[in-house]
């Protein structure tokens, strides 16, 4: 069963203040719209699982909703972080989800917005919230999918973790739980990662991953936290296969198949590079490659490398494949053991 928690924050609430702004319907002799009252938010967070719901109510009347358009402005910036999230909303909530941060902070204000030329009319301050969570003991959680079948997580314990915790690792995809099958230990015995292997993972369903904090000595389970990815955004592809290399007209041509992949094997999907001996690294969408011999008799050494780029968006590259040596106009193949 869900568990739902009413979370008190600190709230710098400004009643009195308030701020407006004039619409240019004064120059056509309109009356300008003047918030005597003071439009402000009241803000309440409920913590729900691995998320926390930020909600407000305002003082608008009745009137005034009708007669405007009514939008509220959002921005929140995880502790520890400096990046500052900013969203216009309709709606008087939305759903954040921690994940590993330890709290946020987080403003909202309202805009009124004439219907008919959506120009803004007026503005209430900014509310402000903080909201502080739960210790989070981990840091630097790192997941892959690798050879199809294969799945690796790892993390980090903090220094001030509590000296007589283990984390423990599963996860859910489509309604089945996976429990962590082969674990990953420092030297003082804490589970820093989790190795997974014969795996299926449906491409376009989240993974959602739970991390859980036990307390050994008191043998009771504490924190959770959580996190979902994408499976086709953390797999690592293998290096493309079938790569062949001929000499034509004084140029090296290179040619290849995509790697097998869990998720769409369309040609569409790949972005390949190919690097060959004292030229740059070269991005190719083909499975083919064309490169000028300038100086025939130099040795030259080619390979290719693949990921996801277009159907889905994924900055984890492949290894490079094994290399193909031209020397003297002959081709030969490095490979290791």
């Given at each position: 069963m869900a568990h739902i928690t009413f979370v008190p924050v600190v709230l710098i609430l400004t009643l009195l203040q308030y701020k407006t702004l004039f619409s240019t319907g004064l120059a056509n002799g309109q009356p300008d719209v003047v918030d005597e009252l003071g439009l402000h938010n009241d803000l309440q967070i409920t913590k729900y699982d691995s998320r926390v719901i930020l909600s407000w109510n305002n003082n608008l009347t009745e009137e005034e909703t009708k007669k405007y358009s009514v939008k509220y402005i959002l921005s929140y910036t995880f502790f520890n972080t400096s990046y500052e999230r900013k969203e216009r909303l309709q709606e008087k909530k939305k759903?954040?989800?921690?994940?590993?941060?330890?709290?946020?902070?987080?403003?909202?204000?309202?805009?009124?917005?004439?219907?008919?030329?959506?120009?803004?009319?007026?503005?209430?301050?900014?509310?402000?919230?903080?909201?502080?969570?739960?210790?989070?003991?981990?840091?630097?959680?790192?997941?892959?999918?690798?050879?199809?079948?294969?799945?690796?997580?790892?993390?980090?314990?903090?220094?001030?973790?509590p000296a007589d915790i283990q984390i423990f690792f599963s996860y859910r995809q489509t309604g089945k739980y996976f429990e962590c099958q082969q674990y990953i230990q420092n030297a003082r015995k804490k589970n820093i990662g989790c190795h997974m292997k014969g795996i299926y993972f449906q491409p376009s369903r989240k993974i959602k991953l739970n991390i859980s904090v036990t307390d050994l000595k008191n043998n009771s389970r504490g924190l959770s936290y959580y996190k979902a990815l994408l499976p086709q955004k953390i797999e690592k592809l293998n290096p493309p296969i079938n790569v062949s290399v001929s000499l034509e007209n004084r140029s090296i041509k290179i040619h290849w198949k995509p790697p097998p992949t869990i998720g769409s094997a369309s040609n569409n999907c790949f972005m390949y590079q190919v690097k060959i001996t004292d030229h740059k690294i070269v991005n190719v969408a083909a499975e083919k490659y064309e490169y000028p011999?300038?100086?025939?008799?130099?040795?030259?050494?080619?390979?290719?490398?693949?990921?996801?780029?277009?159907?889905?968006?994924?900055?984890?590259?492949?290894?490079?494949?094994?290399?193909?040596?031209?020397?003297?106009?002959?081709?030969?193949?490095?490979?290791?053991?």
């Open positions: 759903i954040i989800r921690l994940e590993l941060h330890s709290g946020f902070n987080a403003k909202v204000k309202t805009q009124l917005f004439a219907k008919e030329t959506e120009e803004l009319i007026k503005e209430s301050v900014w509310t402000e919230c903080t909201y502080k969570a739960p210790p989070v003991y981990i840091q630097n959680l790192s997941c892959i999918i690798y050879n199809i079948s294969f799945f690796n997580c790892t993390w980090h314990v903090k220094a001030e973790a011999l300038h100086r025939p008799a130099k040795k030259y050494t080619a390979q290719v490398r693949a990921k996801k780029e277009v159907c889905i968006r994924n900055e984890i590259w492949s290894d490079w494949s094994e290399p193909v040596i031209i020397h003297d106009g002959k081709l030969s193949c490095i490979y290791h053991s």
